[in-house]
């Protein structure tokens, strides 16, 4: 059984920072790119940030130069730094990887359960 696991996220104030970290367990063979989403209330849920097993990353335009990607393709764990926060910032964060399990060949979607980023102003 595959399985996203995230942590970290918080109450912060605007202009400060938090790290968010998302491991994949099981049996996994091969990791796609693994990304992190977000959602806030009455919004739909929007890329933030991916990554690829290259190193390749793209944002959204509304984190460049204040989020940053980064995984580690050993550990098969990904990170977001999330620096200068914004309240327009506050929402769920969820960790999203595309994987092949071992004993597939097929491709999936995997999510984690999410956790709360809170901006104050």
């Known amino acids: 059984q595959v399985r996203l696991v995230e942590s970290g996220g918080g109450l912060v104030q605007a202009g400060g920072s938090l790290r968010l970290s998302c491991a994949a367990s099981?049996?996994?063979?091969?990791?796609?790119?693994m990304d992190w989403y977000r959602q806030a209330p009455g919004k739909q849920r929007e890329l933030v940030a991916s990554?690829?097993?290259?190193?390749?990353?793209n944002y959204a335009d509304s984190v460049k130069g204040r989020f940053t990607i980064s995984r580690d393709n050993a550990k098969n764990t990904v990170t977001l730094q999330l620096n200068s926060l914004k309240p327009e910032d506050t929402a769920v964060y969820y960790c999203?990887?595309?994987?092949?399990?071992?004993?597939?060949?097929?491709?999936?979607?995997?999510w984690g359960q999410g956790t709360q980023v809170t901006v104050s102003s």
């Open positions: 999203h990887a595309q994987l092949v399990a071992v004993g597939t060949f097929i491709p999936t979607d995997y």
């Open positions: 099981g049996r996994i063979f091969r990791i796609n790119y």
């Open positions: 990554t690829t097993g290259g190193g390749s990353t």
